[in-house]
Nanobody, 123 residues
Framework: VQLQASGGGLVQAGDSLRLSCATSGRAFSSFTMGWFRQAPGQEREFVAAISWSAGSTTYGDSVKGRFTISRDNAKNTVYLQMNSLKPEDTAVYYC?????????????????WGQGTQVTVSS
């Protein structure tokens, strides 16, 4: 399974950005998908997760109400819509796939990882 994150960039505070994560393989529709982020000098932080059917989602406290995770199983792609961006959202964002059909919020819950895409929010 290969994951390719894209959509990062440099934006200003208050702007929006949508990240995409394209996944290879026919098993995508059965995976739980998640997004994590890591700022310089900090540990990787859970951002959001979505169940295989998109029926359930969960978010980290710092992004609730601003970020939305979604998926398109026909396109093998998961998205992260980020609104009202803040400078503290600056980080490398990683998508991840979990074989187990249970939402996970820990790094160790996930089996496969993408390479990350940089998001920088200027004040």
């Amino acid at each position: 399974v290969q994951l390719q994150a894209s959509g990062g960039g440099l934006v200003q505070a208050g702007d929006s950005l949508r990240l995409s994560c394209a996944t290879s393989g026919r098993a995508f529709s059965s995976f739980t998908m998640g997004w994590f982020r890591q700022a310089p000098g900090q540990e990787r932080e859970f951002v959001a997760a979505i169940s295989w059917s998109a029926g359930s989602t969960t978010y980290g406290d710092s992004v609730k109400g601003r970020f939305t995770i979604s998926r398109d199983n026909a396109k093998n792609t998961v998205y992260l819509q980020m609104n009202s961006l803040k400078p503290e959202d600056t980080a490398v964002y990683y998508c991840a796939a979990r074989v187990l059909r249970i939402l996970g919020i820990k790094e160790t819950d996930y089996n496969f990882w993408g390479q990350g895409t940089q998001v920088t929010v200027s004040s």
